[in-house]
T-cell receptor, first 119, second 112 residues
Framework: GAVVSQHPSWVICKSGTSVKIECRSL??????MFWYRQFPKQSLMLMAT?????????EQGVEKDKFLINHASLTLSTLTVTSAHPEDSSFYIC???????????????FGPGTRLTVL | LAKTTQPISMDSYEGQEVNITCSHN???????ITWYQQFPSQGPRFIIQ???TKVTNEVASLFIPADRKSSTLSLPRVSLSDTAVYYC?????????????FGKGTTLSVSS
C-alpha cells in the first residue's frame, strides 16, 4: 500500500510555544490530505482537510488560527499548533486517499501519528 | 456519510476465527466499506475494502450481503498480536477530497 510518513513521531513542548508536524506521502502524490486528532481511549476525530495550493477546510469546532495547515506541495502537508496549551496534548494523525486501480476505488492511508505533549 | 455501528468490544482466544459485524443501514449506492486496524499510539492500518459480496486477502475476509446494510470482517486463527481496535468505515467511491469519518470501533482482545 501507499506510505505516509510523519515527523516528528513525538514532541514535548512548553505551554505557549508553537509546534510544526510534517506529513509526507512517500510514493504517491496527494492533492488532498487529512488531519485527525485522537485523545486516549477515543476514536479519531477529523480536524481538517488540507488542499494543495489552497486553504484548508476545518471541521466545526476546530480553530483555524490555532491549527495552521499548509499544503505547499503534492507530497507535503504541515500542521502547526500555535501557542500550544496542555489541552492540545494529543495524538495527531495525517492521511491521504490513493486511487487503487485494481479495484477502481480509492483507499485512505494513514501516517504513524505524532504524539504531542504540552507541559 | 453512512453511520456505522459496531460492538464496542470482543474477546477471543488464540487460534479462533473472529467475526466482527458492522451495521451501516443508510449506506448509499456509491459507498464502499473499508476496515482498519489500530494499535495503541499508531496510525490506523488498512485491512480490507469491498463494495459487495465477498473479498479476501492475505489477512482477512470481508462479507457483504446483497442489501449491503451490514458487513462482517473475518479474521482467521487470531493470535495475540491481533489485539487491537478495528474500525469499519463507509465512504463514497472516487471522492479523494472527502475524509472518512471514524466511529467508536471494536476493541478485540485475544488471550492465550
Amino acid at each position: 500500500g501507499a506510505v505516509v510518513s510523519q515527523h516528528p513521531s513525538w514532541v514535548i513542548c512548553k505551554s505557549g510555544t508553537s509546534v510544526k508536524i510534517e506529513c509526507r506521502s512517500l510514493d504517491f502524490q496527494a492533492t488532498t490530505m487529512f488531519w485527525y486528532r485522537q485523545f486516549p481511549k477515543q476514536s479519531l476525530m477529523l480536524m481538517a482537510t488540507s488542499n494543495e495550493g489552497s486553504k484548508a477546510t476545518y471541521e466545526q469546532g476546530v480553530e483555524k488560527d490555532k491549527f495552521l495547515i499548509n499544503h505547499a506541495s503534492l507530497t507535503l502537508s504541515t500542521l502547526t499548533v500555535t501557542s500550544a496549551h496542555p489541552e492540545d496534548s494529543s495524538f495527531y494523525i495525517c492521511s491521504a486517499r490513493v486511487l487503487r486501480t485494481t479495484t477502481s476505488t480509492d483507499t485512505q492511508y494513514f501516517g504513524p501519528g505524532t504524539r504531542l505533549t504540552v507541559l | 456519510l453512512a453511520k456505522t455501528t459496531q460492538p464496542i468490544s470482543m474477546d477471543s482466544y488464540e487460534g479462533q476465527e473472529v467475526n466482527i459485524t458492522c451495521s451501516h443501514n443508510n449506506i448509499a449506492t456509491n459507498d464502499y466499506i473499508t476496515w482498519y486496524q489500530q494499535f495503541p499510539s499508531q496510525g490506523p492500518r488498512f485491512i480490507i475494502q469491498g463494495y459487495k459480496t465477498k473479498v479476501t486477502n492475505e489477512v482477512a475476509s470481508l462479507f457483504i450481503p446483497a442489501d449491503r446494510k451490514s458487513s462482517t470482517l473475518s479474521l482467521p486463527r487470531v493470535s495475540l498480536s491481533d489485539t487491537a481496535v478495528y474500525y469499519c468505515l463507509v465512504g463514497a467511491l472516487n471522492q479523494a477530497g472527502t475524509a472518512l469519518i471514524f466511529g467508536k470501533g471494536t476493541t478485540l482482545s485475544v488471550s492465550s
